[in-house]
């Protein structure tokens, strides 16, 4: 079965400093992997997506991911927080069509909110 | 860029009563979801639509529950009979194929509340 383990429900960094945002997945099969944000009364915004490509994927607004096989993780980074990063961010693992999973439905982590201080 | 577009944005409703929430998915795409989010939980699956049958759906998509496509544009989540229990935030969602690849495009979501 798969399933999307956020390792923080919240963290909080100062404007100008480095962002990480754990995520740890688990997946018989090679899955698919998003982070998405959801700013206060908004929608989830897709920031990045990794599909089997390369391994590190960038995404909007200068954050990025890495994927790791051996750890299990898709960590979410950007190295200057500003103001506006203030939101909740979910870590998001699919499985396609054909792999024995479900026909492509998102499974979503708790979520990981994060705080910029000025 | 183009968007899912989901009406209302806000709907109160008693308990009991039947509410239809309306989503416009982007318009080359073949794949449509409906997630919901309780306050303060997950982000839940509720179900997938394609070739205007449902493919998937979860076990919250009970007998209260149906979708439907009905004029090749709109994609529409029927509750017949409201509990307080289906308050929560709905997203409709929208691919160009199934899997990851493909990505999904969120509407900014339905907040239903049941009073």
């Not at chain 1, 506006?84 to 961010?89: C, I, L, P």
């Not at chain 2, 009991?16 to 309306?22: A, K, M, N, S, T």
């Not at chain 2, 919901?36 to 209260?64: A, M, T």
């Not at chain 2, 997203?91 to 509407?107: L, V």
């Amino acid at each position: 079965a798969q399933s999307v383990t956020q390792l923080d429900s919240h963290v909080s960094v100062s404007e100008g400093t480095p962002v990480l945002l754990r995520c740890n997945y688990s997946s018989s099969y090679s899955p698919s992997l998003f982070w998405y944000v959801q700013h206060p009364n908004k929608g989830l915004q897709l920031l990045l997506k990794y599909t089997s490509a390369a391994t590190l994927v960038k995404g909007i607004n200068g954050f990025e991911a890495e994927f790791k096989k051996s750890e299990t993780s898709f960590h979410l980074t950007k190295p200057s927080a500003h103001m506006s990063d203030a939101a909740e961010y979910f870590c998001v693992v699919s499985v396609g069509l054909g792999y024995g999973g479900s026909q492509g439905n998102l499974i979503f982590g708790k979520g990981t909110k994060l705080s910029v201080k000025p | 860029e183009p968007e899912v577009t989901q009406t209302p944005s806000h709907q109160v409703t008693q308990m009991g009563q039947e509410v239809i929430l309306r989503c416009v998915p982007i318009s080359n795409h073949l794949y449509f979801y409906w997630y919901r989010q309780i306050l303060g939980q997950k982000v839940e699956f509720l179900v997938s639509f394609y070739n205007n049958e449902i493919s998937e759906k979860s076990e919250i998509f009970d007998d209260q529950f149906s979708v439907e496509r009905p004029d090749g544009s709109n994609f529409t989540l029927k509750i017949r009979s409201t509990k307080l229990e289906d308050s929560a935030m709905y997203f409709c969602a929208s691919s160009g194929g199934t899997g990851g690849y493909y990505g999904y495009t969120f509407g900014s979501g339905t907040r239903l509340t049941v009073v």
